[in-house]
């Protein structure tokens, strides 16, 4: 059965920093690519950062230089590291397999807010 499980949200101040992290199950997972979408309110969800099995990594404009994704194969963990958060980042963070995407996880809440 695959899972994912999301953690590490919560409130933030505008130029504050969290780090998520997802453990997968049911998966091969060093055999997939990994990424960390995120869901605003109205709004759909979106993938904004993935890492290759090689650990060749993308970003979304808007969180490149802020976000570092990374990987740890033998934990079956994908972290996102979030730094200099804006209010415009305030979402609900989902991982997941590029080429799975589902089943979706709860996700973890990020509110950037002073």
């Known amino acids: 059965q695959v899972q994912f499980v999301e953690s590490g949200g919560g409130l933030v101040q505008p130029g504050g920093s969290l780090r998520l992290s997802c453990v997968a199950s049911?998966?091969?997972?060093?055999?997939?690519?990994m990424g960390w979408y995120r869901q605003a309110p109205g709004k759909e969800r979106e993938l904004i950062a993935g890492?290759?099995?090689?650990?060749?990594?993308r970003y979304k404009d808007f969180v490149e230089g802020r976000f570092t994704i990374s990987r740890d194969d033998a934990k079956n963990t994908v972290s996102l590291q979030m730094n200099d958060l804006n209010p415009d980042d305030t979402a609900v963070y989902y991982c997941?397999?590029?080429?799975?995407?589902?089943?979706w996880g709860q996700g973890t809440q990020v509110t950037v807010s002073s």
């Open positions: 997941n397999a590029l080429q799975l995407e589902r089943p």
């Open positions: 049911g998966i091969t997972f060093s055999r997939y690519t």
């Open positions: 890492i290759h099995p090689d650990n060749r990594t």
